[in-house]
């Protein structure tokens, strides 16, 4: 990507992500409540408002992903004019604005007529002039578009929902018409940046953003393992589930992951590793959510290679055994080193569970895949658009919910086999960020985790402390003699989420066991529902809240793992906003954020109760609880950003700093310019060592360090008295100007 510096004014120093939602279900949020939080958010320290989608939703839209019409701004979210004053208000106030972006997809709405271009084509079919916006496969229709509930699909989708029909950006006419409004607000100024939802959907992603206009755009990637983000994508980085996994990572205990797997079989009979589990799920969204897709794309295949014995069950394979979403093959191009390793490994997964006589086909497949054989370029791309919804919904979407050893992993782009993440690692992965993607954004929680942030810190706290919680969950199991009725991984998942979401509404358990269960699709599911197992799950809640002993102990948990829980919550949010990247803070999160996955975290946030506390702690009152505790965390660290963009920009470099004593693995320290950021690690097992015991941080000795969070000076680096009041410190010279 070019310098962010000659795209923008300046260095971004943070974001804050809003959900704006229409008068439906949920409270309204149009632009005018948007634009009124401009003082509160530029007291907050960011420099961006990161808005969901703003173009006309879907009758009753609770997201704005269901796009009716391009050419207009939302008219349930007020329309161009409160667009236009809701900019004004974040400009004044010093913030720009970042908008997302859906070019995968249009809604099918109720009627269909809301969607002109739609209607155009339902009624003309290929001979409409809107017929190449659609990837429709016109032969399996019958020359027509298969409506939801009126048959297989066999338009592309949007993963496995019916209600969202794929658009090709790939035709020019499609890119202007799609992007006309959004690009005359970037060119009005109304607009600074772009957060690209899903571009593994796209036919051609590095086209995509090549032709996008100069502006920090930023692109909703889930990277796998060790890779990495295209290096020939114009954009400034991904939005940022890479570094959830690390910062999250960074505060488990490694040694926690034995024993909570033991735990683990014992009590649910689960299996000990995620291998097979994902595999299941994966073979299992091929055969059945995305089976339109797979259908498809054997179509297509037979067009050229004819009907060959064992070919549906090789394309299967060869899709299931992926290691990534997309190998990014473009056709007539030489694959790439990177795309042949993909599919060289999904070829070794796959051959294993292949009979002998069947590798040859799979052989083929591969070279087909590639781009390197007689393959069409339908072929090569669809095999790639049918990948990656393949991942999203087989593992994030089933599988994470089948495998709850620890849930706290099982997480958007994370790993649930990756327990821990050692601070060598994470320093590494920061230096690389740095060099390779530094106006990239990071995250902890977004609209679409499955468990905000501060859920997952205390989840972390249960590697500390392995035989309590083993303990504590056989008590809960058998507290009734009949036992539970739910499936032993959902009970597991069920404690899981008690303790972290603790205290949570019978409302809100219910909605979450619902999505959960349906999602794991074990014994029941979205499309082929088992109300009778369904009851019995919700009645089983409904028993545990109403049950005040067990309810006691669950509490009693939840203060024994509370002090653990608070280092980790501040720790994690420290580093994340501190680290190179640029830090988005997802609504209400500067508080503490228990919400669980969606609807959940869209609720309507309390910004007056903000508001109030950012006052009291700028008045020098000290924090009264965790939740001034965090805002004071996040303030302060988002204005020193906001100060010294030379410090945390891609020129401040990022330099671990060293602990040298006894607990000085309970210790991780960086420094960005001339700021240190200090986090406890592990805090179970420092408390358990008797606290820091003359350790201390290799700290510059020229001058007297304060800390921005307390006001408190230090004049060396003894951590006992740098973490005395909070477990965390971000450190400057003495001599820095005060960043209110």
Known sequence: MSDLRDETSGYPAGTYRLQLRGPSGLAHFGFREAGALAPYLAALGVSHVYLSPVLQAAPDSTHGYDVVDHDRLSAELGGPDAFRAMAAKFHAAGLKVLLDVVPNHMAIPDPPE??????????????????????????????????????????????????????RQEDPEVFERTHAVLFALLEEGLVDGLRIDHPDGLTDPRGYLAALPPAWVLVEKITTGEEALPADWRCAGTTGYDALGMVGGLFADPAGE??????????????PDFGEVEYTARRYAAENALRPETDRLLRVLRSFQGETPNQERVLIELLAA?????????????????????LDEAARRARARLPEEAHPELDALVRLALGLDDATPEFVVRFQQTAAPLAAKGVE?????????????????????????????????????????????????????????????????????????????????????????????????????????????????????VKAMREAKTSTSWIDQNA??????????????????????????????????????????????????????????????????????????????????LTRLDSGREPQDLD???????????????????????????????????????????????????ATRLPAGLAERGGWDGTSLELDGEHAWRDVLTGVVHEDGSLGEILSTLPVALLVPEETEETR
């Open 114 to 167: 809301l969607n002109r271009p739609l209607e155009g084509v339902l009624a003309d079919g290929p001979q409409s002039p809107y017929a190449p916006w659609f990837d429709v496969d016109w032969d399996a229709g019958g020359g027509k578009i298969v409506l939801p509930g009126q048959g297989e699909p066999n338009y592309r989708r949007f993963f496995d929902i019916s209600g969202l029909i794929g658009l």
């Open 258 to 271: 034995g024993p909570l797997t033991d735990a683990y079989v014992a009590l649910t009979g689960g299996p």
């Open 532 to 613: 009778d197992y369904e009851r019995a799950v919700l009645d089983f809640a409904s028993r545990v809240l109403q049950e005040t002993g067990l309810v006691a102990e669950i509490e009693g948990f939840g203060a024994l793992i509370a002090p653990y829980a608070r280092a980790v919550m501040l720790g994690q949010k420290l580093v994340q906003l501190t680290m190179p990247g640029v830090p988005d803070v997802y609504q209400g999160c500067e508080l503490t954020g228990l919400s669980l996955v969606d609807p959940d975290n869209r609720r309507i946030v309390d910004y007056g109760r903000r508001r109030a506390r």
């Open 628 to 678: 001034d505790e965090k805002l004071l965390v996040t303030s302060r660290a988002l204005r020193l950003r906001r100060a010294h963009p030379e410090w945390f920009g891609p020129d401040g470099g990022y330099t671990p700093v060293a602990a040298r004593g006894p607990a000085a693995g309970h210790a991780v320290a960086f420094r960005r310019g001339d700021a240190v950021t200090v």
């Open 322 to 342: 992926m290691p990534v979403y997309r190998a990014y093959v473009v056709p007539g191009e030489e694959p790439s080193a990177e795309a042949v390793k993909i």
């Open 397 to 513: 979407d089933t599988a994470f919910y089948r495998w709850n050893r620890m849930a706290a992993l099982n997480e958007v782009g994370g790993d649930p086999e990756r327990f821990a993440v050692s601070p060598q690692d994470f320093h590494a992965y920061c230096e690389r960020m740095l060099r390779d993607w530094p106006a990239a954004m990071t995250t902890l929680s977004t609209h679409d985790t499955k468990r905000q942030e501060d859920v997952r810190a205390r989840l972390a706290v249960l590697a500390e402390l392995p035989g309590p919680w083993t303990e504590a969950v056989r008590r809960w199991t058998s507290w009734w003699p009949e036992g539970s009725p739910l499936e032993p991984d959902l009970e597991y998942l069920f404690w899981q989420t008690l303790v972290g979401a603790w205290p949570i509404s019978e409302g809100r358990l219910r909605e979450f066991l």
